[in-house]
């Protein structure tokens, strides 16, 4: 079947510092991967998504590069803000004509002044 | 556009009590999704609908039911409520298919969290 594995959290860095939180997967067939986003009491939204081997995704400075050699997803960002405390999930998608995400545990991201 | 509303915030049930969950889109969307998020776990999915009068199982749809009556609504039934059931419920919506490499966005309501004492 298909699954993610997140790097366990909780995550805590101090502003400037610079972020990787890892991402494995697997998956039956040729999996889309993302990442999603969810601040405090709010929902999940799109941070950035990849959708074949090789490809980049980015968007406010986060990173990940699909790796399918290692099957993974890592997110990066080189100096991360305050404001990026939240909630981080990888997912992937399998095949064509199916939206439905598996997602995994999510890792929690609190950055100190 | 108000994207995906949820209704209600939260609420506190009783074991054996009935609730539905209310999710309302104003985009049109086709696709439509309840999510469950348990503490230190992914979001698993529930139910989905792929439009009006189509509704199907996700990984852990017992305990709930959904219907799908207009484009905009899919409300989340849970009959009779269990500890097991508490837990952060999301609903999202998605466009049609977006082709074999491209990707829509979901679109995720701001959740209601639900305990059952």
């Known amino acids: 079947g298909n699954s993610v594995t997140q790097m366990e959290g909780p995550v805590t860095l101090s502003e400037e510092a610079f972020l990787t939180i890892n991402c494995t997967y697997t998956a039956t067939g040729y999996p889309s991967l993302f990442w999603y986003v969810q601040y405090p009491g709010e929902g999940l939204q799109l941070l950035l998504k990849?959708?074949?081997?090789?490809d980049k995704g980015s968007n406010k400075g986060f990173e990940a590069t699909y790796r399918k050699e290692t099957t993974s997803f890592h997110l990066e960002k080189g100096s991360v803000q305050v404001s990026d405390s939240a909630v981080y999930f990888c997912?992937?998608?399998?095949?064509?004509?199916?939206?439905?995400?598996?997602f995994g545990t999510g890792t929690r991201l609190t950055i100190i002044p | 556009n108000a994207g995906v509303t949820q209704t209600p915030k939260f609420r506190i049930l009783k074991i054996g009590q009935s609730m539905t969950l209310q999710c309302t889109q104003d985009m049109n969307h086709n696709y439509m999704y309840w999510y469950r998020q348990d503490p230190g776990m992914g979001l698993k999915l529930i139910y989905y609908?792929?439009?009006?009068?189509?509704?199907d199982k996700g990984e852990v749809p017992n305990g709930y039911n959904v219907s799908r009556s207009t484009t905009e609504d899919f409300p989340l039934r849970l009959e009779l409520a269990a500890p097991s059931q508490t837990s952060v419920y999301f609903c999202?919506?998605?466009?049609?298919?977006?082709?074999?490499?491209?990707?829509?966005?979901?679109?995720f309501g701001p959740g209601t969290r639900l305990t059952v004492l």
């Open positions: 999202a919506s998605t466009p049609r298919l977006a082709g074999s490499f491209g990707y829509n966005e979901q679109f």
């Open positions: 990849a959708t074949k081997a090789d």
């Open positions: 997912a992937l998608r399998v095949g064509f004509g199916n939206e439905k995400l598996t």
């Open positions: 609908s792929v439009g009006a009068g189509i509704t």
